[in-house]
């Protein structure tokens, strides 16, 4: 079974910080590369973030680089972000995201199909 479920979100400053947390089914962990993708109303869809434990990669976009930093719990099958030095247009939903269809296991992801609730993270002035 494919799972992924985020949490972390909320409501903080600008010049914050929030962590952001993603549990992933063992199969999914080891198998996809994982990315954190945010939605923000009348913007495009970003992937921001990915992590592959699987072949040992990452990335990030230049809109968070340098801010954010992405880990992973083998432990916990879970992957975190890291989001340092927030800003207004950070404000989103953000989700974890994989791509089940042509099983991608190296970042950046580029196409994602599966995805969890998300988490809400608003960043006020």
Same mark, same amino acid.
């Given at each position: 079974?494919?799972?992924v479920?985020?949490?972390g979100?909320?409501?903080v ?17 080891n198998?996809?590369?994982i990315?954190w ?7 495009e869809?970003e992937?921001? &973030?990915?992590? &592959?434990?699987?072949? &040992? !990669? ?29 800003? !207004? ?28 609730q ?8």
């Amino acid at each position: 079974e494919v799972l992924v479920v985020e949490s972390g979100g909320g409501l903080v400053q600008a010049g914050g910080s929030l962590r952001l947390s993603c549990v992933v089914s063992e199969f999914t962990f080891n198998k996809y590369a994982i990315a954190w993708v945010r939605q923000a109303p009348g913007k495009e869809r970003e992937e921001i &973030s990915c992590i &592959s434990v699987r072949d &040992s !990669t990452r990335s990030y976009a230049d809109s968070v680089k340098g801010r954010f930093t992405i880990s992973a719990d083998n432990a916990k099958k879970t992957v975190y972000l890291q989001m340092n030095s927030l800003k !207004t247009e950070d404000t989103a939903v953000y989700y974890c995201a994989i791509d089940l269809t042509y099983g991608n296991s190296r970042c950046p992801l580029n196409y994602y199909d599966f995805w969890g609730q998300g988490t809400q993270v608003t960043v006020s002035s």
